[in-house]
């Protein structure tokens, strides 16, 4: 005996497929969000799917499918705003390696003038280090020279 113009369900199948259409639609809201519950979805990129919504909503698919439509197309509408190409065009993937192709022969070009100072470096300062190493040799021998015992003429009387 229900009233005529009550909005709640009396029967306890459609109470069951209204709680059923309210988990659906909040596991729907935690997908699109990010932030599922279900243990195997947490921490993990998954797809928005049927199986995914169903195991978030700890209900079995074929439910969606037999009783739920409503919430199939609210899945696939979202999943049609959200869409963004899983793979970049090929003129912009071309773009892109040759921008990346760019880039790594100027950072070639820079390394390479780099190294080039460095090696000028390098031979300046092994010129230095002989140079020294000659200046120090002729220092040592002079003064040897200068320490050597000489000998004194005698002086005659």
């Known amino acids: 005996m229900s009233k005529a113009g009550s909005s709640e369900p009396t029967a306890p199948h459609e109470k069951r497929r209204l709680g059923t259409e309210q988990s659906l639609r909040a596991a729907l809201g935690r997908l699109i969000g990010g932030v599922p519950s279900h243990p195997s979805l947490r921490g993990r990129t998954y797809r928005l799917t049927v199986s ?6 700890r209900v079995s698919r074929n ?3 037999a009783n739920h439509r409503s919430i199939l197309d609210e899945m696939n509408l979202v999943d049609l705003q959200t869409h963004t190409p899983k793979r970049p065009r090929p003129m912009e993937k071309i773009a892109e390696v040759n921008a ?3 880039e790594l022969r100027q950072q070639k070009w820079q390394l390479a003038t780099e ?6 470096r390098a031979v300046d300062a092994e010129k230095v280090v002989d140079r020294l190493q000659k200046q120090n040799a002729k220092f040592i021998r002079e003064l040897e020279a200068v320490h050597r015992p000489t000998v004194l003429a005698q002086i005659r009387t």
């Open 52 to 57: 995914a919504l169903a195991r978030e909503a």
């Open 63 to 65: 439910t969606i499918y």
């Open 100 to 102: 990346l192709i760019e």
């Open 115 to 120: 190294n080039a100072a460095l090696l000028k």
